[in-house]
């Protein structure tokens, strides 16, 4: 069983950063990929990032990319994610997942374990 809490949310002008942080409790943390989405007001959730068990790989959305860093501390139990630049588009209710294996997946359906969201508010 994993549990996850996300942290780090808030009100920020746009073209700041932030970082949100994912506390993770369980015994298999260290060995599970994780990932990042986003649902804003009206919109499906979609990913924003992932990053396997290891850390050694991630991805990220199109939209993410060069702006958005997801890493994870495994010492510490944590997943990060640094998001830079941010526009008012960035709104929305952040969550963190944690999938059913070691290997990376951007799939919502496999991943096991949800957190309960932190909201970012990017204004212009």
């Known amino acids: 069983q994993v549990q996850l809490v996300e942290s780090g949310g808030g009100l920020v002008q746009a073209g700041d950063s932030l970082r949100l942080s994912c506390a993770a409790s369980?015994?298999?943390?260290?060995?599970?990929?994780m990932g990042w989405f986003r649902q804003a007001p009206g919109k499906e959730r979609t990913i924003v990032a992932a990053?396997?068990?290891?850390?050694?790989?991630?991805y990220y959305a199109s939209s993410m990319k060069g702006r958005f860093t997801i890493s994870r501390d495994n010492a510490k139990n944590t997943v990060y994610l640094q998001m830079n630049s941010l526009t008012p588009e960035d709104t929305a209710v952040y969550y963190c997942?944690?999938?059913?294996?070691?290997?990376?997946?951007?799939?919502?359906?496999?991943?096991?374990?949800w957190g309960q969201g932190t909201q970012v508010t990017v204004s212009s």
């Open positions: 997942a944690a999938g059913g294996s070691r290997s990376l997946v951007v799939t919502q359906r496999l991943y096991a374990y």
């Open positions: 369980g015994r298999t943390f260290s060995d599970v990929a």
């Open positions: 990053i396997s068990g290891g850390g050694g790989t991630t």
